[in-house]
């Protein structure tokens, strides 16, 4: 059998270079998300790492590792975002220069945080797989190091000091659930709590619009997806990395998939229940875990990746999640035109201590008969029961009650 690329090794001298430079991150057992899944959770916290994720620590680690003439030509690399921040800030504390590619819609705090390391960014492609091909052609023109995402033994052992560190803080762990995109983080990990620890479980989750390693795990060879679409932007890779695909059959018991819904929900828990943020690549473990993927086992740690989202990106979750947990309605009705009719609509959501957010009230419209007024309301309600019992309520007092 050939030699891994990384081993235990690698990983604890990794931790050396690394000291000082990074965070060690907190271990957390959590009450609310221990009832919900069942057992003990505990969440390693990356999303407080510097630049607000793991990717550091593989970024940090390969510059690190760089001659003084590689140096001198500075590096260069492809990031949906976190990836391109670790690069940034190595090599600012290296003193050389960076060039990060990401992807055209790449969130914007995230670009922003890049250029504030100093790095110059150039947006290229709709994801991350097109942003590497022009880092790619980038990097023949100016000889820079190419730093890569996820597939560099370097960078992969970097990310595996995650693994040291929750072995240390919780030595009677029994599983770990990391997310994967291109695998490093969940290559690096599973080697050093492996080699190490044999009998703890290490599992990978990924989004179900980019299955490419959990395609390729189970297939048994690596394979690639023509896309990859999920509102987890930092694990949309399209193509795996292979050192870590043959790291990732070596030592991960499994990997499982799952839904966007199920990652917006577990994002907007983590803001409601645990006052944490974490972008959608960094929730998806735990989303795994609380909707019933993950085998259960005591003392199971979640890895946050990260806490990198946009804000946009947070309204529209809340957005969403409020509707989808029923304490948004929409409802359209129609009422008499005359003097008090609408005053008299409002006292019953009032009488049901419903909220008015927003309310449109339209005299005269082309399929609007004539004595008649169309109100549309958006209503804030406690939850499903309590939203019914409001609209059974209209009904019962004569309005026909349409919900939008």
């Keep these: 059998m050939a030699k891994d690329q990384v081993t235990l090794q690698d990983v604890e001298a990794a931790a050396k270079r690394l000291a000082g ?3 060690k991150t907190p271990l957390e057992s959590s009450h609310i998300f221990s009832e919900m899944a069942g057992y003990e959770v505990l969440l390693k916290l990356e999303n407080m790492q510097r630049t607000g994720s793991f990717k550091v620590r593989g970024a940090s680690n390969c510059i690190q590792t760089l001659t003084k003439e590689q140096q001198a030509h500075g590096v260069i690399a492809a990031s949906a975002g976190n990836h391109a921040q670790g690069v940034a800030l190595g090599a600012q504390a290296a003193g050389i220069k960076a060039t990060i590619v990401m992807p055209e819609g790449a969130p914007l705090a995230k670009v922003e945080a890049t250029k504030g390391y100093g790095a110059e960014v150039v947006l290229k492609g709709g994801v991350y797989d097109e942003a ?5 052609r980038l990097q023949k023109e100016t000889g820079a190091t190419f730093v890569h995402a996820f597939d560099d033994p370097a960078v992969i052992a970097g990310q595996g000091t995650i693994g040291l560190e929750i ?5 009677d762990i029994r599983s770990l659930v990391v997310p994967i995109g291109g695998g490093g983080l969940l290559a690096g990990i599973a080697t050093a709590v492996k080699s190490v620890a044999p009998h703890v479980k290490v599992y990978g989750v990924q989004a179900s619009g980019a299955p490419a390693m959990y395609l390729s795990k189970h297939a048994g060879k690596w394979v690639e997806t023509p896309e990859a679409h999920t509102i987890a932007d930092g694990i949309a890779v399209k193509s795996p990395g292979k050192t870590t695909f043959d790291l990732i059959q070596k030592y991960v018991d499994d990997i499982f998939v799952v839904k966007d819904d199920d990652i917006a929900a577990t994002i907007l828990l983590m803001m409601e229940r645990a006052k944490m943020i974490s972008e959608g ?9 609380l ?3 993950i085998p259960h086992a005591d003392k199971t740690a979640a890895v946050i990746s990260g806490g990198n989202i946009d804000v946009n990106m947070i309204s529209r979750i809340i957005e969403n999640g409020l509707v989808k947990s ?3 309605i929409k409802l359209l009705t129609h009422l008499t035109d005359r003097p008090g009719e609408l005053r008299r609509f409002v006292s019953y959501i009032e009488e049901y201590r419903a909220n008015i957010v927003y309310i449109y009230h339209e005299h005269a419209g082309r399929n609007l ?23 059974a309520a209209l009904r019962r007092a004569g309005y026909r009650v349409e919900l939008l």
């Design 21 to 23: 430079v990074v965070h």
């Design 132 to 136: 590497y091909a022009e880092s790619v």
């Design 167 to 171: 072995l240390e803080q919780c030595p």
């Design 281 to 289: 690549a960094g929730a998806i473990g735990l989303a795994a875990m």
């Design 291 to 293: 909707h019933g993927n």
């Design 326 to 328: 029923g304490r948004r």
């Design 369 to 391: 008969p004539i004595g008649q007024t169309q109100v549309e309301m958006d209503l804030e309600t406690r939850d499903h029961a309590h939203a019914e019992i409001l609209v």
